[in-house]
């Protein structure tokens, strides 16, 4: 009887030892990824980043950000050595990576973590094809994360690639942060008044956040105009529907004439002023594309206010609905003297981009 005690004890003391070794494996959570939009960490070897590589990537990644009245980039960049980023924890709780790898260098720390984590497989497809690959990879370190790893035979591929991918980079980018800016911008919620009084009045569905309010409806020429107000900062939003008439009007100076119209509502509180587009001191930058599969062209430039000493930075969108013939003019622009427009002009776009007709 004594040993048979002594092994149900036995039992017992495993089993609870068990037990207190899972509770403690699902209580040491992994950690979430943590860092502001527009931040972005390059990890490379210190010779690679000083090269025409590292500059390459700084011309396309760290650019000028299209267009506002003083010069913001694309991305903030945070530069790493592999030494550096396995140095301390917090770094590699960061949201989003972009590791930079010479194939050449077989016996580079980077080369190794991106074979590692790439596989050999694609390691050698990047050597066959083109001379370069890029693979994508989530949650490496903590949840949230967003890995690229680029890797290229030599310098002069991983420079190709940087140039031929560098816009389908920063989309897929724009893909992972567009979840938690549409939860920054409506983290109080919609505007359920204002959504239906679109919807009724210019046949427009738009996720309206809820400190938008009414700033002028002008039924007669179907116009709305939508404004948020905090300190130093103005938020604004205009919708227009105009009859289609020719394809001019899809066109550069179609939007221009439009937002010229539209600017005649827009004054200070002195009197006689008004917006206008300044295309003097920047362009006024235009692409067609598509706007939720209709025909639409974008525009992006600064505007300024005639007589007064105001201006800022704005994203015109034109979309042609053929099923009932109607042109859309979305414009969302900004007011913000002192104050990084990027992000403020990234929410703006964000808004009018879930209209729906």
Wanted: net charge negative.
């Amino acid at each position: 009887m004594k040993s048979t005690h002594v092994f149900l004890l036995a039992g017992v003391a495993l089993l609870a030892a068990s037990c207190t070794a899972e509770m403690r494996q699902n209580l040491e959570t992994e950690p979430v990824a943590y860092g502001p939009l527009n931040h972005l960490v390059v990890v490379a070897d210190s010779s690679l980043w000083a090269s025409e590589v590292g500059d390459t990537f700084d011309y396309y990644f760290a650019g000028a950000y299209p267009i506002l009245p003083q010069p913001e980039p694309i991305f903030d960049l945070r530069y790493f050595t592999p030494e550096e980023l396995m140095g301390a924890d917090e770094r590699r709780e960061l949201r989003t990576y972009i590791f930079l790898a010479d194939l050449q260098q077989k016996d580079s720390p980077v080369t190794r973590l991106v074979e590692a984590d790439m596989g050999l497989e694609k390691v050698e497809e990047a050597r066959k094809e083109k001379g370069f690959k890029i693979t994508l990879a989530k949650d490496k370190w903590a949840k949230g994360q967003l890995l690229i790893y680029i890797a290229g035979n030599d310098r002069a591929a991983l420079i190709a690639s940087i140039k031929s991918q560098y816009t389908a980079v920063i989309q897929r980018i724009r893909k992972e942060e567009e979840g938690r800016l549409d939860a920054g911008i409506y983290l109080g919620g919609t505007n359920d008044t204002l959504q239906e009084e679109l919807r009724l009045k210019l046949g427009v569905t738009m996720k309206v956040p809820a400190d938008y309010f009414r700033a002028m409806d002008n039924p007669e020429n179907r116009i709305m105009w939508l404004r948020k107000e905090t300190k130093g900062l103005s938020s604004n939003i205009m919708i227009q529907v105009l009859p289609y008439t020719d394809k001019s009007q899809l066109s550069k100076e179609g939007i221009k004439a439009i937002r010229e119209k539209l600017g005649k509502y827009v004054g200070s509180e002195i009197s006689n002023t008004y917006m206008v587009t300044n295309d003097v001191d920047l362009p006024m930058l235009s692409s067609a594309g598509t706007f939720h599969n209709f025909y639409s062209v974008e525009a992006r430039g600064i505007w300024e206010m005639e007589n007064d000493y105001m201006g800022g930075p704005f994203i015109g969108i034109l979309v042609h609905n053929p099923n009932n013939n109607l042109l859309y003019y979305l414009e969302g622009f900004v007011y913000a003297p002192s104050e990084s427009k990027r992000e403020i002009m990234q929410e703006v776009e964000h808004v009018i981009r879930t209209a729906r007709f």
